[in-house]
């Protein structure tokens, strides 16, 4: 796989858009940014696929981890300037979906009813087709 699409599949990953968007708004720690993903995603995202999700983005140069050496351990996640660009193209992105859901909607409506027309028609002309056939039958077994 080309170098630059597995990074695209890290960015617009299920949640590696969703930890981009949030890590615009402010550093978050790990429990905190788990909170603010589960906010806006159907489910909650697991600490597993959290923790996968910050250390590829972190491998990609995309966040930083800050790790402060105090009792209790402190961890604060935040976007890098390379992640910082990335964040704002996917909620680009995401705002645009929003704005366009309404025209996407109609066009799987319009694309759905074609499908059902074609289907029908497909259909009739099966059951034409059968009915040729079993009077062909009828024809030998008479003769």
Known sequence: MCPYRLVLEHV???WGVLVLIELLERPYRFSELRRAVGRVSERGVSEKMLAQTLQTLERDGLVHRDAKPVIPPRVDYSLTGLGREAAEQVRALALWTQERMADVEQARRTYDEARRTQDEA???????A????EARAARTRAS
């Open 12 to 14: 617009t990953s299920r």
């Open 122 to 128: 497909g259909r009739t002309q099966d059951q034409a």
């Open 130 to 133: 059968r009915t040729q056939d």
